[in-house]
């Protein structure tokens, strides 16, 4: 597949302080990269990079083959990006809005009326056109600043924390306008803090203090052997009890780490550790429902695990 989005050795220091080390990555055409991260990990400043916005001070990037250095002003033209926080203008309309950042695009009369009509049924914004925005809510605030980001036909999309502060709903719609970008060819960057929404894009990236720990397909990243040290094993345990459980197993030499996850618990268990056993362990302390089973672990498990290992 066309590499669109290519990193290589992306290193900024802004003085002493390094900021970003040693990324690299590839992201093919059509695909969705997730971008993850603590605060403060690098994220903002990577996208700074491969926008054009901030030289690095080692290293290079390419977006759709166009150098981000010496060919940053073409890179703009060719790349949207969404922040984070809404960023449009409150007291305009729907319409208004669009047609001030249009004029930003240097769109004109004819193909901004065509670009505007196209956005708008693109988000679900047919009707609202004339509503202004301090009286949308929050979820057709971001399908605007969506259309909006989208008004010159970029090739290549950054979001960042596009469902940041929405409801479950207006977040799966959303995402539901993003493949369908995706289906058309244009390359998503998202940053996100959203393990479910991780598990959607074609691939994943963690950063964690300057350096990318690991990048990859999800089910790459969740098979991946320093995740499973000598044989140990992923299990998910169901019970009623589960804050008790946790305690208790997290006593127990055969556990390597247990957390809780959502209304269950994932386990990392050494060689040799099965359902049976880890059930007859749990049983003495009673507590009703108590079901276990193998899985393989999540992109949490992913991240969590790597996280305190370079911690160590």
Not at 24 to 43: D, H, T
Not at 48 to 71: F, H
Request: net charge negative; charged share 25%; proline share 4%.
């Amino acid at each position: 597949m066309e590499t669109v989005i290519k990193a290589e050795g992306l290193t900024k220091k802004f003085g002493e302080l390094i900021a970003v080390e040693d990324v690299s990555l590839e992201i093919s055409r059509g695909n969705i990269f997730g971008f993850l991260g603590p605060n403060g990990s690098g994220k903002s400043t990577v996208i700074r990079m491969l926008c054009g916005l901030l030289q690095p001070t080692a290293g290079r990037a390419e977006l759709d083959g166009l150098d981000v250095v010496a060919e940053a002003e073409e890179v703009k033209k060719r790349l949207g990006y969404m922040s984070q926080r809404f960023s449009l203008y409150e007291d305009l309309s729907v319409q208004e809005n669009l047609d001030f950042y249009g004029s930003i695009y240097g769109l004109r009369r004819a193909r901004l009326a065509e670009r505007r009509q196209s956005v708008v049924n693109l988000a679900g914004l047919e009707g609202r056109q004339a509503q202004l925005v301090q009286t949308l809510s929050g979820g057709f605030k971001q399908r605007l600043a969506l259309a909006c980001s989208l008004l010159h036909e970029p090739r290549i999309l950054f979001l960042d924390e596009p469902t940041a502060g929405i409801d479950p709903v207006a977040r799966r719609e959303i995402w539901d306008l993003l493949f369908r970008l995706a289906r058309k060819g244009t390359t998503l960057f998202v940053t996100t803090h959203y393990m479910d929404e991780a598990e959607r894009c074609s691939q994943v990236g963690y950063i964690y203090q300057s350096r990318l720990m690991v990048c990859g397909r999800p089910e790459e990243l969740k098979r991946l052997p320093e995740l499973t040290p000598e044989g140990a094993l992923w299990f998910e345990v169901l019970c009623d009890e589960p804050t008790q459980a946790l305690g208790l197993l997290r006593e127990w030499p055969e556990i390597i780490d247990a957390t809780i996850f959502g209304e269950a618990l994932h386990l990392l268990a050494r060689k040799g550790t099965d359902e049976e056993g880890i059930i007859g362990f749990l049983k003495p302390a009673g507590g009703g429902r108590l079901e276990c089973r193998r899985v393989l672990p999540s992109l949490e498990d992913v991240f969590v695990t790597l996280t305190r290992r370079h911690r160590s």
